[in-house]
């Protein structure tokens, strides 16, 4: 049976440390990493080139978020790279997660941030003063996302339920914030553990510091897989 692979957050900020880590794998298990933007930032396609030159696939996560020309612009330049998803925030709008989709293709998949998970509430009504619920307003762009032709959304896991009713049941729900048992929980705030989160049906999830930060990091990967295959 094909094995779902846990993301690995590289939340590194250079070469070296990238290569270190990757080094530690054997070369035949192929990952599936994020590059976020730090990395990104620091050393632009080469990284993603690098990554992927050892078979590795790639989420590139830079939450683009500008006027839909400009988006979709973007887009082109990212799918030239060949990564195998990225992403844009929800509150671009419907028209320029369109641009997004255009300028992409559909050769990666393309999911939208809803609300930051770093988000309270309280934020939401006071810095976006938009009145609802946050799990309605994440529910809204989910919504959205969808109209729009994206394939899914990053999201809490504890609103994968809610988002999975209101979209079609292939709509991707990427979860981050999820920490096996006994893994310190750091600065995330609802988390999950890999189990937990296959059974309220997250397709994927982001996992960075217990893989990246442990005494063990290929032992952490393969336990924390194994867990998320059930
Ligand atoms: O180390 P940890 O497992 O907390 O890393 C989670 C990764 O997912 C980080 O790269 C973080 O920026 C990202 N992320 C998140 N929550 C979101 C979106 C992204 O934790 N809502």
Not at 63 to 91: C, E
Not at 147 to 155: E, F, P, Q, T, Y
Request: a negative charge; aromatic letters at 6%.
């Amino acid at each position: 049976m094909y094995e779902k692979r846990p993301i690995i957050a590289l939340d590194f900020s250079t070469f070296d440390e990238v290569k270190t880590f990757l080094a530690l794998f054997p070369a035949e298990e192929k990952l599936y990493v994020k590059i976020g933007m730090e990395l990104y930032y620091a050393l632009g396609p080469e990284i993603v080139n690098f990554v992927k030159s050892q078979g590795h696939s790639v989420f590139l996560d830079l939450k683009l978020h500008d006027i839909p020309n400009t988006v979709k612009s973007a887009m082109a330049v990212l799918s030239q790279l060949g990564v195998d998803m990225t992403n844009v925030h929800a509150a671009g709008g419907v028209e320029m997660m369109r641009a997004a989709r255009e300028g992409l293709g559909s050769s990666a998949k393309l999911i939208a941030v809803t609300q930051l998970t770093s988000t309270s509430e309280e934020q939401m009504r006071e810095d976006q003063n938009i009145q609802t619920s946050l799990s309605d307003a994440v529910c809204h762009y989910a919504k959205k996302a969808a109209i729009a032709g994206l394939d899914g959304v990053v999201c809490s896991a504890h609103e994968v339920d809610q988002i999975k009713s209101t979209t079609q049941s292939d709509f991707i729900c990427l979860t981050p914030g999820i920490r096996p048992l006994g893994s310190a929980i750091g600065d995330q705030k609802r988390v999950m553990t890999p189990s937990q989160a296959r059974k309220i049906g997250s397709d994927y999830i982001v996992v960075g510091r217990p893989i990246t930060r442990a005494q063990d990091p290929v032992a952490a990967y393969l336990a924390i897989k194994e867990e998320w295959n059930g």
